[in-house]
């Protein structure tokens, strides 16, 4: 506790983690504020594009600032944002969600929150994957209720099976929350798995909540389909954030059951009265066939990059156990590197590469206990050039 704060703070606010890859980060610019930037640091810790919104969602945000468009929107948001967010289920993965179950939010980082207040209370408990996306825990325990980490396996794609849903369900078990792709490992599950776990939660009655963030961003045909084919029991998380290139603007979405729209619309008008307006006129453009294009584009891009960064990474002794099929991410076996250069464990690789090559990555006790000690996590949301520098850097390194 501070010791200068001259009243209590909360067990909650004590207990939250920081953010360790922002500690890297933190490192990092004391670096550059102690050496210079040369040769420039190459921040590969990152996990937002570094792509700004397209010329069209630009446009549309000054617009809706000169023309005033600027006060609250309805709860659930702009009515035509809903119907295009529903349009684009239609168009891009062939299933239909009607525009009434779309609730435009605050980022996902909100819908996670307002689905976990919705669902959870003091008593339950949800099963996450370990590894995966840190705040999770967080919305949950805010609820009330226990993140119970499920350690999951190369082999499954870093992905929660039907059967550990089976032998971890406890009395107080109310659901699973699931990334597809995931962060940290950018690894998705087949429709098959996601349809087996959806019914091994549908028979104990718990609810499927997946975090579909980086749906958008998904470079194999095998993968890549949004939960909400399984049905409408289904609870999804999306953004604006990831293929949108909309991080700051703060907007994302959530699809629920139909009867759980007007309670969440509840705590959506008590807790934050509507999503950023102006940020909700600019993304309608974001559906422009002129957006949708870029997107495309950029999409191909991240693919890519991935691609490029991944292949040399095993000769340098980080071992890729799962090819990434979407995100933007690289989880990657540490121990041969942090061997080569005589440091142990994640957290000290992290700080080798950062002082000897100046590149920031995560560490893994980031993303949950089971890959603390040996994984670290790249981000290939930088261009091609730091890309292809970053390596020449690992390898010089590395051998
Ligand atoms: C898996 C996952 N979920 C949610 C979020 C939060 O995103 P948003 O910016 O939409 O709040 C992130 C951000 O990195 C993420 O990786």
């Known amino acids: 506790m501070p010791s200068d704060l001259p009243f209590r703070l909360s067990e909650r606010a004590q207990r ?23 040769p420039p640091m190459r921040q590969l810790n990152i996990g937002e594009p570094d792509f700004t919104a397209p010329p069209l969602v630009q446009e549309a945000a000054i617009a809706a600032i000169a023309q005033g468009h600027t006060q609250y929107t309805q709860a659930l948001g702009l009515p035509a944002l809903r119907e295009r967010i529903s349009q684009w289920y239609a168009d891009r993965f062939g299933v239909a969600v009607a525009p009434e179950r779309i609730i435009i939010t605050a980022g996902a980082s909100a819908a996670l929150h307002l689905a976990c207040l919705a669902l959870l209370q003091p008593g339950d408990s949800v099963l996450l994957p370990d590894p995966g996306y840190p705040c999770n825990q967080q919305f949950v325990q805010v609820a009330g209720a226990r993140a119970v980490h499920v350690p999951v396996e190369a082999a499954d794609r870093f992905q929660l099976t039907a059967a550990q849903v089976q032998a971890h369900w406890q009395a107080d078990t109310r659901g699973v929350l699931l990334a597809s792709p995931a962060n940290p490992t950018g690894t998705s599950m087949t429709a098959e798995a996601m349809a087996a776990i959806h019914a091994a939660v549908r028979a104990r009655g718990g609810v499927t909540m997946v975090d579909e963030i980086y749906l958008g961003l998904s470079y194999d045909r095998a993968f890549g389909q949004t939960a909400l084919a399984l049905g409408e029991d289904i609870v999804s998380i999306n953004s604006f954030s990831k293929y949108f290139n909309m991080t700051g603007w703060r907007l994302g979405w959530l699809v629920v059951p139909e009867a759980l729209v007007a309670p969440i619309e509840r705590l959506c008008q008590n807790l934050f009265i509507c999503p950023s307006t102006i940020a909700q ?51 990657a076996d540490c121990r041969d590197a942090a061997h080569r250069l005589g440091v142990q464990g994640s957290w000290e690789f992290a ?39 970053a390596l020449t850097r690992m390898q010089a390194l590395l051998g």
């Open 281 to 331: 006129h600019a993304a309608l453009a974001c559906f422009h066939p002129e957006s949708l294009a870029e997107y495309e584009r950029r999409r191909a891009l991240f693919g890519e990059r991935l691609a490029l960064f991944t292949a040399p990474l095993a000769a340098m002794g980080l071992q890729v156990p799962v090819q990434p099929d979407g995100a933007f991410y690289v989880w």
């Open 16 to 38: 939250t983690h920081p953010f360790y890859a922002m500690e890297v980060s933190k490192a990092a610019a004391q670096l550059v504020a102690s050496q210079g930037d040369a």
């Open 351 to 389: 700080f080798a590469l950062l002082e000897r090559a100046r590149i920031a990555i995560a560490p893994g006790k980031d993303f949950g206990p089971q890959g603390a000690q040996n994984f670290v996590r790249f981000s290939v949301a930088t261009s091609r050039d730091n890309l292809e520098d």
